[in-house]
């Protein structure tokens, strides 16, 4: 902890952001602009301001200080979470909880937020968006399935989900050429070296890219690997609790599914990755467990190529 450096904890709503400073002191704004010029006349050089991911509610105030020059940092909801459960907290209320958050920024090593360039967001904002219509086209089908299985299903009823089923189609690829041209336009190269790598195909090189920034985010492989939730968790306490090793799985999820669906893949045709699988089956160890190595490998060959500038080299 600095102790010329002020923090200021803020748990974010949707209408308000509720602050508590390192002096104990508590303020309430309103979550938009008028807010923001509000809370900023709090602020100076040697501030810090402390805030959890929240879904989409961070964003605007983050950005606001981030582009006013003060110090941000927008911290993984679950560490905070741990930190409040550590502390036995009874009390939940959002003004306990930016207290909490002004205590946690206090004890912890904290990141600076960086934010992203308009265009990483827009790609983030079609990424998410092509999440959501997924989920949509496989409920639509799902459904068209139930419907087929019944004696006599509703033809206006089937149509009906057809049309939902193509038009949802056509926005995807219409969201997909989009984000390509982003992607292509920012990072042409990368994109192209990633493409190399075997098991990793142009989806998974634009979502790659995308979920990480362009590499750029990162200063290690482990570092990475720790983002995706891939790294291993240890649960072993004396000599009667000596849980398996799990991953974490605390990072990006959808960075993590895409991994795991690209392993089966790397594994017929990328062999380092095939080797890993093999050695890890031939030691007992279960199959899902190597398809996470080898996750963990591509991600670290992906990483590999990214920072050196080279294409892929088995």
Not at 161 to 186: G, I, Q, T
Request: with cysteine.
């Amino acid at each position: 902890m600095n102790k010329d450096i002020k923090y200021f904890g803020i748990d974010i709503s949707y209408l308000v952001f509720d602050v508590t400073d390192s002096d104990g002191n508590y303020y309430q704004f309103k979550n938009k602009v008028s807010g923001f010029k509000a809370f900023r006349k709090l602020l100076n050089s040697e501030s810090h301001c402390v805030m959890e991911a929240t879904g989409y509610y961070h964003y605007q105030l983050a950005y606001y200080l981030f582009e006013e020059g003060l110090n941000v940092s927008v911290e993984n909801p679950l560490s905070v979470k741990r930190f409040i459960q550590m502390r036995l907290s009874k009390i939940k209320t959002d003004k306990s909880d930016s207290k909490l958050i002004c205590s946690y920024a206090e004890q912890v090593e904290l990141k600076l937020w960086k934010g992203s360039s308009k265009e990483v967001q827009e790609c983030l904002q079609i990424t998410r968006t092509l999440s959501v219509y997924t989920k949509q086209r496989t409920m639509i089908k799902n459904k068209l399935h139930g419907e087929s299985v019944l004696g006599e299903p509703s033809k206006a009823i089937v149509r009906s989900l057809k049309r939902s089923l193509k038009h949802l189609d056509k926005e995807m690829s219409n969201l997909e050429e989009l984000l390509l041209v982003l992607v292509k336009e920012a990072h042409k190269d990368l994109f192209t070296r990633i493409k190399t790598i075997p098991g990793i195909g142009k989806k998974t090189s634009i979502m790659l890219i995308v979920l990480t920034g362009g590499f750029e985010r990162f200063s290690s492989a482990a570092e990475l690997c720790s983002y995706a939730g891939l790294t291993p968790v240890i649960r072993q306490s004396g000599s009667s609790i000596k849980g398996r090793p799990r991953i974490s799985k605390m990072g990006n999820q959808k960075l993590r599914n895409l991994l795991f669906m690209c392993s089966f893949t790397a594994c017929k045709y990328n062999k380092a990755c095939r080797d890993i699988y093999e050695r890890l089956v031939a030691k007992g160890k279960s199959k899902k467990l190597a398809l996470i190595a080898v996750c963990n490998k591509l991600l670290k060959q992906a990483f590999a190529i990214a920072k050196s500038g080279l294409i892929f080299d088995k």
